[in-house]
């Protein structure tokens, strides 16, 4: 439906999907080439970016990560982003503070975009990378994203991308330190 967002990608061999429905949940599939499957229902998803129910997918370290703005999914306390390894859906340390739009896999390190100002119980301005057990900031931060600073009023947001050493931050916000992202 308008306003929401599915995102998909390919872990173990299958095609798994993540978006919210209308009724503000998370709902995590796999598709397996014949049969689809929920693996995970959040409970509601609330978001402070205009409205809009963002979800971002990754995997990394050979686990699944979903986040978006949830506070549990299966019944499993995740501070708006979760992990799941195959079997069992895990807290990602102890979370974000506010909204992840945009997760990238790069080397050793989950890089976690959005509108947050802690991941774990690091000071985060915006962006911030795990390294599968431990969060840490990225320099001094992204500027805050503006909701409706568009012309339309819409909110789009793009993306993580490394070229080499540099760190891409598309429609989101504006890096402050590039030096300090590795």
């Known amino acids: 439906p308008l306003g929401y967002d599915t ?5 173990n061999n299958q ?8 009724s503000s949940r998370c709902i995590v599939v796999r598709f397996n080439g014949t049969s689809l499957d ?7 998803v609330s978001s402070q970016l205009s409205n809009r129910k963002f979800v971002t997918i990754e995997v990394f370290n ?11 999914i299966n019944g499993v306390a995740a501070n708006r982003i979760a992990r799941w390894n195959n079997i069992t859906w895990n807290a990602v340390g102890n979370g974000l503070d506010g909204q ?20 774990g119980s690091v000071s985060a301005k915006n962006i911030a990378k795990w390294d599968g057990v431990n969060w840490d900031s990225l320099g001094t931060g992204l500027l805050p994203y503006f909701p409706g600073s568009r012309p339309d009023g819409d909110n789009h947001f793009g993306g993580l991308a490394f070229l080499n050493t540099d760190l ?8 402050i330190s590039a030096n300090d992202c590795l």
């Open 100 to 119: 992840p739009v945009a997760l990238l896999s790069y080397n050793t390190n989950l890089y976690v975009a959005g509108e947050f100002t802690t991941a």
């Open 62 to 72: 050979n686990e699944l990560y979903v986040g978006t703005g949830f506070t549990e």
């Open 38 to 44: 929920t693996i995970g229902i959040s409970n509601t």
């Open 168 to 175: 891409f931050v598309s429609a989101i916000a504006t890096l």
């Open 15 to 22: 095609v798994h999907g993540a978006y919210v429905d209308p």
């Open 7 to 11: 995102k998909l990608t390919t872990y």
